[in-house]
Each structure stands twice: as structure tokens, then as C-alpha cells.
């Protein structure tokens, strides 16, 4: 009994691919011949086919809606959010600059750094003083030495900002015999201010108490006086602009920082934009 | 609206590299076929419409393990899985499962959807029609998961065994031995519903096993 029913497993699995057509031909011309013999083979044919058509016999359903994808279903939704992000960082960068450098223009007039065209032509002077000053021919007296830290140190005292400019704007140039000599106010106002005790070096124009300035100066350096072989007919001082042009860097390399971060901020915000 | 066998190969191709849009035309172009396999696999409306945009989403998710062959096949195949996994969870509620049959088999309000190519028909033999596609659906519904699928692609879409066997990643004779199955339940089961069917596919009375 076992058999037969395994044997009509077999069979209905060999009439439902016969069905289908999916028997090679050897097996479908040998279920042939069976099925001409056999009735029960063949009312077994009959109602697998008749299955088959009923089941065929569903229609197609319409879809009752598209299927087609958003971006959000994909999850494509993240990038767009970067687009916004950029444009607030380059917002952001772009009045950080511009802040810093309407900042830096303003401290800068404000404390007399800005130069006119007459205060550029003494600055120049004052170079070519400083080459002269330098010459070997040419020594500098104990009164112009002392008369060095003078000038620094107001210069340490209006801030970081006070390059050689600051001491152009309040200086008076006045020549002696020939040679230009620049004295900024605030130094020979401090002269002034003087006891008049003081014992001066023996000198043909303006002359500067040292232990005086030397108090006032405080720990900056002071260069040994050396006696001058020369008559000295004339003061020169001496500027030194790269000690407060070394303290601009920090302000400078951040103005040119955020300028540089605007500009990549604003390049990639606007690709995003195109992309978007 | 059929898209040509080289247009495929290149939609395929630019969805790959992440265009959506080339992708929703494969969508557009399966759609239908998707959706009408999760329908008789899943013998509802509203689940089928979610297996066949969670195989949609899946299938673009995974666009780039395709690697040629039959994308139909590949199609087919996601949407197979997704059921599978819809069916389970539906084994796993069976209370919801048991009323759905059961409002199935009484006939009540069991309608088939829209249907393609609305033939002009009496209003007589239509609700006849509709209520033989309502009893063979019933009975699909009521196979296993395994036999459902087979059944459905063979007998419904009219694919051949190979295409088959590529769908559901098992060798032919599983897919011969599976539908001879299938047919024989969906003979038992149909013959319960005799009064529905047309005179020429009445069973003889006698009985197989």
C-alpha cells in the first residue's frame, strides 16, 4: 500500500511537468504509453490540468498606486541637510572677517598708524636718516643714546599695534646743520620735565639726562656709550620697527585665516547648491 | 509600457551609480508583476502594496549585488523573501490570520481588486467571476508558504521551472515536486467549491489518493 502511494507521488509529479512541458522526451514518450493503458493516469491528467487553467484563469490586478521611490524612502534626505550647515558656517566665517578686519583698520587709525602722504615722505626720511646714523664715519653721542630709550618706550606703551608710522605721526623733523633729526613730542616733553640740576653731557643741541631716562625706561636693553671721535652737531634717533611688527602676526594670520575659511566655505556651499 | 532589453541594461546601470530616476522607470516597468505576485502570495490588498514597496526600497538598497542575469528574477526574488518574512510574522499572530480566512471562505465581502482589460460582462456572470477568483485566491491562501510562491509563478505569472528555481535559489525537481504538491491541494481544495465553477472544470467524483 506504502508503494502505491509512493508510486502516485511519483506519477502526479510526472503528469504535472508533463503539463507543463517540462518532462525531456524520453520521460514524456514513456508517461506516453502509460497514460493510453492507464485511465486512473489519465483522470489524474484531466483534473491537474484543469487546476492549472482555473488558477491561470486569475485575472491581473491593477496596483492601486505608484511604487515609485522618494529620495527620503532611499534615505538620500541626509545630504540635503549639509547645505544649510555651510551656508550658516560661511554666514558665520564671512562676518567673523569682517568684523576683524573693520576692527583692526579702526584701532590702527584711531592710535595714528594710518599714514598720510606728507607723514610717508618723513618716514623716508627718517630711513635715510638711520643709513646715515649707521656709517661708519658716523657714531652716535651718548646723548643720542640716551635719548633711544625715549622713544620705545611710549612706543611699548600705546600697544602691540606701533610700528615705525606711530612715531612718524608725532614727531617733529627739524634740521640741524644739515641733518635731519626727528624727536617724537612725548620724549622731549619728558626732557623738559627734567629738574633743571640735572648735569647734561656737553652737547651742541638737545641734550637728554641719562640716569633719568634710564629709571623711566626700565628693563629695556641700553647700549654702552661710546665717546664720539666727532664733533656731534645733531640728535638722531633711532627706530626699531621690527619688535612691534612682530606683534601684529597673531591678528594678521587669523584676518587671513577666516578670509581663507570663508572663501572654502563659500566654494563648497555653492557646490552643494549646484548639486542640490 | 515595456522597456526594451538594452534600455534595462543601462537603467540598471545608472541606478547602480545611485540615479533614482532611472531606477523608478524599472519600477514603473515592474510594478504590476511585483505587485501581482505579493497579491496572491499574500491574498490581501493593503499588506501586498507594503511587501511590494519594502521590495522595491530593498531591491534599490541593494542594486549593486546584482551582477547581470535576470533582473526580473532578482526583482522576483525580493519580493518572494519579503513575504516570506510578512507571512511569518503573520504565523506568529495567528488570530489575525484565522479571521482573514475566515471572512475569505464565507464569501462575505471578499472582492478582488481592480482588474486589467475589463471585458464587458452581464452584472451576472461578473459577481460569478468575481466570486470564483475569490475561491481560488481562498485556496491558494490556505497552502504553505513554499507551495504559494510556486504556484503563483508558475500557474499565475506563467513562468518555467528554471526562471523558478532561480527565484527561490532551489533545484528544478524542488520546484516539480513543490507545484505537483500545490496542484493536488488546489484540486482537494477547489472541488469544496464545486458550485462555483464553470460546468467544463467540474471534477469527476472520484477521488486520487
Known amino acids: 500500500m506504502k508503494r502505491m502511494l509512493d508510486l502516485k507521488d511519483r506519477d502526479v509529479k510526472q503528469l504535472s511537468a508533463y503539463l507543463d512541458g517540462e518532462l525531456n522526451p524520453k520521460e514524456a514518450s514513456r508517461l506516453e504509453l502509460r497514460l493510453k493503458d492507464d485511465p486512473q493516469l489519465q483522470q489524474v491528467l484531466r483534473e491537474l490540468n484543469r487546476t492549472k487553467q482555473l488558477i491561470g484563469s486569475l485575472p491581473q490586478i491593477r496596483p492601486p498606486r505608484n511604487f515609485t521611490l522618494t529620495p527620503e524612502m532611499v534615505g538620500i534626505k541626509q545630504k540635503r541637510s549639509l547645505y544649510p550647515v555651510f551656508r550658516f558656517a560661511t554666514v558665520v566665517a564671512a562676518v567673523a572677517f569682517a568684523v576683524l578686519v573693520g576692527t583692526d583698520a579702526f584701532l590702527r587709525s584711531g592710535t595714528g598708524i594710518m599714514l598720510t602722504a606728507d607723514q610717508m615722505v618723513e618716514v623716508t626720511h627718517e630711513v635715510q636718516v638711520e643709513k646715515l646714523a649707521e656709517a661708519p664715519a658716523f657714531e652716535e653721542s651718548p646723548a643720542m643714546e640716551a635719548a633711544e630709550p625715549a622713544m620705545e618706550a611710549p612706543l611699548g606703551a600705546v600697544g602691540e599695534e606701533q610700528p615705525l608710522a606711530s612715531v612718524a605721526e608725532d614727531t617733529d623733523v627739524f634740521e640741524t646743520e644739515g641733518v635731519e633729526v626727528s624727536v617724537t613730542e612725548e620724549a622731549a616733553n619728558r626732557v623738559e620735565l627734567m629738574p633743571s640740576g640735572t648735569p647734561m653731557p656737553p652737547s651742541d643741541s638737545l641734550t637728554v639726562p641719562t640716569p633719568t631716562l634710564e629709571e623711566w625706561r626700565g628693563p629695556t636693553e641700553t647700549q654702552p656709550a661710546v665717546p664720539s671721535p666727532l664733533p656731534t652737531s645733531s640728535l638722531v634717533i633711532t627706530t626699531e620697527p621690527e619688535v612691534p611688527r612682530s606683534t601684529l602676526e597673531p591678528i594678521r594670520a587669523t584676518e587671513v585665516g577666516l578670509g581663507v575659511l570663508a572663501v572654502i566655505l563659500g566654494v563648497v556651499t555653492f557646490i552643494l547648491r549646484r548639486r542640490h | ?209
Open chain 2, 1 to 209: 509600457m515595456m522597456v526594451a532589453a538594452m534600455d534595462e541594461t543601462e537603467l540598471i546601470r545608472d541606478a547602480q551609480r545611485g540615479d533614482l530616476d532611472s531606477f523608478n522607470r524599472l519600477v514603473l516597468n515592474y510594478q504590476s508583476l511585483v505587485f501581482n505576485v505579493a497579491y496572491r502570495i499574500m491574498g490581501e490588498p493593503d499588506s501586498s502594496a507594503d511587501a511590494t514597496q519594502e521590495a522595491f526600497i530593498s531591491a534599490y538598497k541593494h542594486l549593486k549585488s546584482f551582477r547581470g542575469g535576470s533582473f526580473r528574477s532578482w526583482l522576483l526574488r525580493i519580493v518572494t523573501n519579503a513575504c516570506y518574512d510578512e507571512l511569518r510574522r503573520r504565523k506568529r499572530r495567528p488570530s489575525t490570520s484565522l479571521e482573514e480566512l475566515t471572512e475569505f471562505s464565507e464569501g462575505s465581502d471578499s472582492q478582488e481588486p481592480d482588474t486589467f482589460g475589463s471585458h464587458v460582462a452581464s452584472p451576472e456572470t461578473e459577481a460569478e467571476n468575481i466570486e470564483l477568483s475569490a475561491a481560488i485566491q481562498d485556496c491558494i491562501s490556505r497552502l504553505s508558504a513554499e507551495f504559494k510562491i510556486v504556484v503563483v509563478l508558475v500557474d499565475v505569472q506563467g513562468y518555467d521551472y528554471q526562471e523558478v528555481s532561480d527565484v527561490i535559489n532551489r533545484p528544478v525537481g524542488t520546484v516539480k515536486s513543490r507545484l505537483a504538491r500545490a496542484r493536488l491541494k488546489l484540486r482537494d481544495c477547489l472541488q469544496r467549491h464545486r458550485e462555483l465553477l464553470p460546468a467544463s472544470f467540474r471534477y469527476e467524483d472520484e477521488a486520487i489518493s
